[in-house]
């Protein structure tokens, strides 16, 4: 799951583990904890864009630590978490921050953070306009529809000047709190894949990283986007996400670690990204700390 320029209040985008080697019932589809990542029973990592070329590079590097891994692909966002609940999966690593809590909030589960992976500027791109200034009243932009990629959007867009969102907009923020009368734009929401085969049909969409490749597009391509660097940008720091129980684990925490100081795969994750991925190596108690956070303002928003 997983985020302008001077926006990111709303700010992807996601990618610890607490089974130890001699607990049971912490693996992933029913294996025992203390063969995990062996070549006979790999930890398996769910993904969305397992084509994506540094998935192999990360894989030989733990293969050279004694750590086996099989790259589970899922074609949309909506599965990758349900299957690590279900333990189809041992961990999974293609959402931020706010995309695990309205899952976690939504479902009554516990996964959690074990490690930071980068934050990917959430872009507009367009193949009718090359500016926004070239956007007229009344244009469409079609936007993710997943909740959290879905206010983020909106607030690209006001960052943009072509919306303006109630109060100023928040991660919570939809459609229904555009101001339509100080407004430049309508927005139609699709599902996050599609955004990029609605080009055709509208002025602009917002496109999540794992389909700019997909559309034809590049990330350098983008009309406008928000900021990675912004300090509120926490919240959609990518991550690798495991069950409570194996928060702890420590093969799966030395998976996070090879792929942080790995340069061959953070290099990779750069050039797929068109260089727009800022990696990261967020403390586990910030990304927690923050998971907490934005959960409770879920609840609080009810």
Same mark, same amino acid.
């Given at each position: 799951?997983?985020?302008s ?9 996601i ?14 589809a029913?294996?025992?904890? $203390?063969?995990?990542?062996?070549e ?14 540094y998935?192999?590079?990360?894989k030989?590097?733990a293969e050279? $630590?004694?750590?086996?891994v099989?790259i589970? !692909?899922?074609?949309e966002y909506?599965q ?33 953070p074990?490690g930071?992976?980068?934050i ?8 009718k ?6 956007i ?9 529809? !997943?909740?959290?990629?879905?206010a ?7 960052s943009a000047?072509?919306? $303006?969102l ?9 459609p229904?709190?555009?101001?339509a009368d ?8 699709l ?9 055709? !049909?509208?002025t ?21 986007e928000d900021?990675?660097?912004d ?13 409570a ?15 942080q100081?790995t ?5 990779g994750?750069?050039?797929n990204?068109?260089g ?8 586990v108690?910030?990304?927690?700390k923050?998971?907490?956070t ?9």
């Amino acid at each position: 799951m997983t985020f302008s320029k001077k926006l990111l209040a709303g700010l992807a985008i996601i990618p610890a583990i607490a089974l130890l080697a001699g607990c049971a019932g912490g693996s992933g589809a029913g294996a025992a904890a $203390e063969d995990k990542g062996t070549e006979a029973n790999p930890v398996k990592i769910g993904v969305v864009g397992a084509s994506d070329p540094y998935w192999e590079t990360y894989k030989d590097a733990a293969e050279k $630590e004694g750590i086996f891994v099989d790259i589970v !692909d899922f074609g949309e966002y909506t599965q990758p978490n349900p299957a690590l609940t279900e333990g189809e999966i041992d961990l999974n690593q293609f959402q931020h921050i706010v995309y695990l809590a309205q899952y976690n909030e939504a479902s009554g589960e516990d996964l959690t953070p074990i490690g930071s992976t980068a934050i990917y500027p959430l872009g507009l791109y367009s193949t009718k306009v090359d500016s926004v200034k070239d956007i007229k009243k009344g244009d469409t932009i079609a936007i993710p529809n !997943d909740e959290s990629n879905q206010a983020r959007a909106l607030l690209v867009l006001q960052s943009a000047g072509l919306l $303006e969102l109630k109060d100023g907009g928040n991660i919570f923020s939809t459609p229904d709190d555009i101001i339509a009368d100080k407004s430049k734009v309508t927005v139609t929401s699709l599902e996050a894949s599609l955004t990029p085969t609605s080009l055709p !049909d509208v002025t602009g969409a917002i496109i999540n990283n794992d389909f700019i490749n997909d559309s034809g597009l590049k990330a350098s391509d983008a009309i406008a986007e928000d900021d990675p660097s912004d300090p509120n940008a926490l919240p959609y720091v990518n991550i690798f996400a495991a069950k409570a129980a194996d928060a702890d684990n420590e093969t799966y925490a030395k998976l996070v670690k090879i792929y942080q100081d790995t340069k061959s795969v953070v290099d990779g994750v750069v050039e797929n990204s068109g260089g727009t991925a800022v990696p990261l190596k967020t403390p586990v108690k910030d990304l927690v700390k923050s998971l907490e956070t934005v959960q409770k303002d879920i609840k609080a928003k009810g």
